[in-house]
Structure formats: structure tokens, C-alpha cells
């Protein structure tokens, strides 16, 4: 098992990785949607808005997929939070552009709020590469 760390992702701000390679998988831990650069030690900003959240959650999802030897094409599940369900809309418009033709397994939950007041949040499996 490798654990997977990435300057081009939010840094992990508590006890957790930004994703684990293992059993030839590589998942990716919950990614808000914050703007860049978040530097170590610093609380990064959220993006304004459930669009530009989704598109900075998954920008961040990409980065650490590539990290790992993984890529947006071998996600095969993603889970997405939202704390309202009236976000779906907005949510999935920027997840369809996002991943094109790849239809990857997914489930969009509607939860409680999330943290730091975030409008999404996105986890994924991928398979990682044959190395």
C-alpha cells in the first residue's frame, strides 16, 4: 500500500491521505472545492459556489489521480456530497463536462452541511496503472 501526496492538491487537514494506492486501485480521499495554491499549515479558500466548488473539487481529484499513475479515464467510482439537493443541477452540469463520455459508477448524496461550509464534496476509485 502507497500512500499518495500531490503539491498540485489541497494538502490533507487532518489524520488522512490525499488518496491510497492498494490492490491495484488507487482511492482518492474527499476533495472540497478550494482554490489554489493551499500551502501546508494555511486554511485554503473555498471557491464561491456549488459550479466552481465542483470544478476545483475535481481539478483536485485529477491531480492526485495523476500522482498515483491513475487518470480521470480510469475512475470507476465516485461519490459525490451535497448539502442541499437543490445543487444536483449545478453539481452534475460541471461533472457531465468534467467527464465527457466516461460514465464512471456514482452516487450523489444529500447530506447535512459539510465541512467548512463546503457546497460539495468528491471522492473516487480509479485503477491505477500497469506499472
Not at 476533495?31 to 499549515?41: D, N
Not at 463536462?97 to 444529500?110: E, K, N
Amino acid at each position: 500500500m502507497d500512500t499518495i501526496h500531490t503539491p498540485h492538491a489541497t494538502p490533507p487537514a487532518g489524520h488522512y491521505s490525499q488518496a491510497v494506492r492498494a490492490n491495484g486501485f488507487v482511492f482518492v480521499s474527499g476533495q472540497l472545492g478550494f482554490l489554489p495554491p493551499a500551502q501546508p499549515g494555511e486554511r485554503p479558500q473555498l471557491a464561491q459556489g456549488a459550479a466552481a466548488q465542483t470544478e476545483a473539487a475535481l481539478r483536485s481529484v485529477a491531480a492526485i489521480l495523476q500522482a498515483a499513475g491513475a487518470s480521470m479515464a480510469s475512475v470507476v467510482n465516485v461519490t459525490v456530497y451535497i448539502p442541499d439537493i437543490g445543487l444536483w443541477n449545478e453539481v452534475n452540469s460541471v461533472y457531465e463536462r468534467s467527464f465527457g463520455d466516461h460514465r464512471p459508477a456514482r452516487a450523489i448524496v444529500p447530506t447535512r452541511e459539510l465541512h467548512y461550509g463546503a457546497l460539495v464534496e468528491i471522492s473516487a476509485i480509479a485503477v491505477a496503472s500497469q506499472a
